[in-house]
């Protein structure tokens, strides 16, 4: 568990942040980026000469110095992994193993109109591939995902490649 | 698997603390990952605006990015035997900050200071910051002397460590 995951588990804490000048930013951690770059609701923002209440604020990572978070965090944190990982993964694993990496290449077949000429069980799968794809999206995610969806149920089209590989 | 111990799949699976020492003396890590034998123990760190910490590191990363739990932060004045700790809880350090970091044996960490009184955190901050005042006076001073002779004195506000 990297520090930075940490403190995007943290959103919504509050938490005080010390700046590399020394003045001092307390508030609500509304959102976190990867070079540690902060937005915070309900701001006070305390520095030698005055104090200032601000309902949000953008800090730049680069000018942090310190971060006091709160004492239950890590605690926290491990809980909410825990409850991530016996439920919402899950699913998503069980339906790739059982979908193997054949998917790929029935679709390859497929795609040359030999529909037809295909056993019956090779068929099958796919169907079942077909299926499980258009739940996946239902899953919804990406703009993509949608794309996809659109393009096979109106021409029957095969997936490109690029979106069947993980 | 216990009498496997050295083959691939045992090693990787569960290795005791030993063999985790054992393996990381192997090596000479020179980057970030030089402290990966210090996660769960209880580590001081120097900051650049010379803060030190004392808490029990549990994750960091490429950038020396700290966790720190039970933190506490201490003011030495070993001239006048004396000393300022406060709790500080759970601490986030950007990497860039630190100056230096090292474990610390906790058996004999409280040694030194029994022979040290005692003083409140806030008088301590109080006389810390008057002698970083006066330290970055002396040290504009010396650097504008040695500018008199063409040299450079490296010396920031926020490096007063």
């Known amino acids: 568990m990297l520090p930075l995951y940490l403190l995007t588990n943290a959103k919504g804490q509050r938490m005080l942040i010390e700046l590399k000048n020394g003045e001092t930013i307390e508030g609500q951690l509304t959102n976190v980026d990867n070079w540690m770059n902060l937005t915070l609701a309900n701001v006070t923002h305390t520095s030698p000469n005055e104090i200032l209440q601000l309902p949000e604020i953008y800090l730049r990572g680069n000018f942090i110095k310190y971060i006091k978070l709160q004492d239950d965090i890590i605690e926290k944190v491990k809980q909410s992994n825990v409850q991530q990982q016996s439920q919402g993964h899950h699913q998503n694993r069980d339906f790739r193993r059982r979908q193997g990496g054949r998917r790929d290449n029935d679709r390859r077949f497929n795609q040359g109109g030999g529909q037809r000429r295909h056993e019956g069980r090779g068929n099958y799968n796919n169907g079942g591939n077909r299926r499980s794809y258009g739940n996946r999206q239902a899953e919804g995610n990406t703009a993509m995902g949608g794309f996809v969806q659109h393009h096979q149920t109106t021409s029957q089209q095969p997936t490109p490649l690029g979106q069947v590989q993980y | ?161």
């Open chain 2, 1 to 161: 698997m216990p009498e496997n111990r050295n083959s691939p799949a045992a090693s990787s699976s569960k290795i005791t603390e030993g063999e985790a020492d054992l393996y990381l003396d192997q090596y000479n890590f020179t980057t970030t990952a030089a402290i990966v034998g210090s996660v769960d123990h209880k580590i001081f760190v120097l900051l650049r605006d010379g803060r030190m910490l004392f808490g029990i590191l549990r994750t960091f990363d490429q950038y020396a990015n700290l966790i720190l739990q039970h933190c506490v932060e201490r003011i030495y004045f070993t001239e006048e035997n004396k000393y300022a700790e406060t709790d500080r809880g759970v601490f986030m350090v950007r990497g860039e900050n630190v100056v230096m970091l090292g474990e610390v044996d906790i058996d004999k960490e409280d040694k030194p200071l029994e022979a040290m009184e005692r003083i409140s955190f806030d008088e301590a901050t109080a006389i810390k910051q008057q002698r970083d005042e006066a330290r970055f006076k002396m040290e504009t001073r010396k650097g504008k002397q040695l500018a008199q002779y063409g040299l450079i004195h490296d010396f920031h506000k926020s490096d007063i460590y």
